[in-house]
């Protein structure tokens, strides 16, 4: 029972190096969702995706790229990493009807820029 | 705009009760979540209100009033391992997606 799954787990990079986040999720949800916690900050939406195929921008897009190539799947990609986007990153998926269907999260994947 | 307020820290004693609140201003509201996230965790699901008044779940409470723009959670009973931060987030429906708006979430420390 996997749930949502994310790797790595743990990352440190140098500034202007790429990398690309996975996030898996194996309840066939149709929506998916990047987001970023910060200290003292809420949970900030990155990008988001309502179905395979289809991506949009979250509150928080740039320096960001998504991918949801297959419906189980959805990338976060940083195609020049800066201090900036040191963070904690976490995914989340959840069914597509109603509003009241909570938002599943993975654990979490902490990258550093230096 | 879209605003969301709770309090940073709260302390409390194991055994007792504590009420966390929250305001919050958001445009398309369409229920309000609360999620429980221990340190170095994934947040997880504890409550959702759309319709005002009181909703009940074990040990845990929330509360909603739509007029406000505000909302309770109520924890019972506490335990040690309810030490954790305590995330409001209230839905918001637009463009045809329902999205989250979280808090910054606060942090409670339960002692003996």
């Known amino acids: 029972n996997a749930g949502v799954t994310q790797t790595p787990k743990f990352r440190v990079l140098k500034t202007g190096q790429s990398m690309t986040l996975l996030c898996a999720q194996d309840m066939n949800h149709e929506y998916m969702y990047w987001y970023r916690q910060d200290p003292g900050m809420g949970l900030r939406l990155i990008h988001y995706?309502?179905?395979?195929?289809?991506?949009a921008k979250g509150e928080v897009p740039d320096g960001y790229n998504v991918s949801r190539l297959k419906k189980q799947n959805f990338l976060l990609g940083l195609e020049s990493a800066a201090p900036s986007q040191t963070s904690v990153y976490f995914c989340?998926?959840?069914?597509?009807?109603?509003?009241?269907?909570?938002?599943?999260f993975g654990d979490g994947t902490r990258l550093s820029i230096l | 705009g879209q605003n969301i307020d709770q309090p940073t820290e709260m302390t409390a004693t194991e055994g007792a009760i504590v009420q966390i609140n929250c305001t919050y201003q958001?445009?398309?509201?369409?229920?309000l979540f609360w999620y429980q996230q221990h340190a170095g965790e994934a947040p997880t699901f504890l409550s959702y209100?759309?319709?005002?008044g009181l909703e009940e779940k074990g040990r845990f409470s929330s509360f909603l009033s739509r007029s406000k723009g505000y909302s309770y959670l109520l924890l019972k009973e506490l335990q040690m391992k309810d030490s954790a931060s305590y995330l409001c987030a209230p839905g918001s429906y637009s463009g045809g997606y329902n999205k989250l708006i979280f808090g910054a979430g606060t942090r409670l420390a339960v002692h003996p």
């Open positions: 958001t445009s398309g509201f369409n229920g």
């Open positions: 989340a998926s959840s069914p597509r009807q109603g509003g009241n269907q909570p938002q599943h």
């Open positions: 995706s309502v179905g395979e195929g289809t991506t």
């Open positions: 209100n759309v319709l005002d």
